[in-house]
């Protein structure tokens, strides 16, 4: 069975201070780490990216109940009732020279626990059924 675990975060960042007279732009993202069965060292799957512009003034990322762009997927129930941490990274994207990268430190990351049985999950109402509608055609090129 594949599960999807769709989940939101909040992100307030200010990323004023990664930028410097050679820094062209700054790629953001958000990385879940979990330890499973399979692989007991850290899985990572980036969830969520952005890119910053140098030409951009505003360096602040302030974004409130963002879904996730990239999916979680349980594909063999290894993330039942699994801690993940969630960190935010970026590469620094240079006018010139090398590419390096930033992190947020570790003390200061975020960790959740997955429910045990994904029963415990909210349910998600199913969508209304479609109702069909007819349409002259002066309605159609109305709407």
Request: no cysteine; proline share 7%.
């Amino acid at each position: 069975m594949v599960v999807w675990i769709v989940r939101s975060f909040d992100l307030h960042a200010d990323m004023g201070l990664a930028f410097h007279w050679n820094t062209k732009q700054l790629f953001v993202y958000v990385v879940a780490s979990y330890a499973s069965t399979a692989n007991p060292r850290k899985n990572q799957i980036v969830l969520w990216d952005t890119i910053l512009e140098a030409t951009n003034p505003n360096k602040v990322l302030r974004h409130d109940n963002v879904f996730l762009k990239y999916a979680l997927v349980d594909q063999g129930e290894e993330l039942r009732a699994n801690d993940i941490q969630l960190q935010l990274r970026w590469d620094h994207m240079p006018i010139t020279g090398l590419l390096y990268t930033g992190e947020q430190p570790h003390d200061n990351t975020t960790t959740f626990t997955l429910p045990s049985e994904y029963d415990d999950l909210p349910k998600q109402q199913p969508p209304p059924p479609k109702t069909t509608k007819t349409t002259t055609t002066q309605e159609a090129t109305q709407e």
